[in-house]
């Protein structure tokens, strides 16, 4: 099995911000086999563990829209949240009770 990544590549590097997400290009400096189908990559950035794609909790391949969104904003960009989280939803859904007339006759 070849590696995801080659030292010297680069990928995109992600850390939680309070904001949202900050998206970082990250430059591979080691990279080793730990168990199957799972590398330890080291990067400028940290260190992560990916699968056989490239893909991690904190670190992903660059592909053409992340490699557009690095250009436009710049390294570290900010990521926002774009959706209700589940406890936003669960709010909003209670203004509504079960035999409520919504109107639609």
């Given at each position: 099995?070849?590696?995801?990544?080659?030292?010297?590549?680069?990928?995109?590097?992600?850390?939680?911000?309070?904001?949202?997400?900050?998206?970082?290009?990250?430059?591979?400096?080691?990279?080793?086999?730990?168990a199957?189908?799972?590398?330890?990559?080291?990067?400028?950035?940290?260190?992560?563990?990916?699968?056989?794609?490239?893909?991690?909790?904190?670190?992903?391949?660059?592909?053409?829209?992340?490699?557009?969104?690095?250009?436009?904003?710049?390294?570290?960009?900010?990521?926002?949240?774009?959706s209700?989280?589940?406890?936003?939803?669960?709010?909003?859904?209670?203004?509504?009770?079960?035999?409520?007339?919504?109107?639609?006759?």
């Amino acid at each position: 099995m070849s590696a995801p990544f080659e030292p010297g590549s680069a990928l995109a590097w992600m850390e939680i911000d309070p904001d949202g997400l900050r998206v970082h290009r990250a430059t591979v400096e080691t990279i080793e086999h730990t168990a199957a189908g799972r590398w330890s990559v080291t990067t400028d950035h940290g260190t992560a563990t990916v699968d056989g794609t490239g893909v991690g909790s904190v670190a992903v391949p660059l592909d053409p829209d992340i490699e557009a969104d690095l250009y436009i904003y710049g390294d570290g960009y900010l990521v926002s949240p774009t959706s209700l989280g589940v406890e936003d939803s669960a709010q909003e859904d209670t203004s509504l009770e079960r035999g409520d007339d919504l109107g639609f006759d």
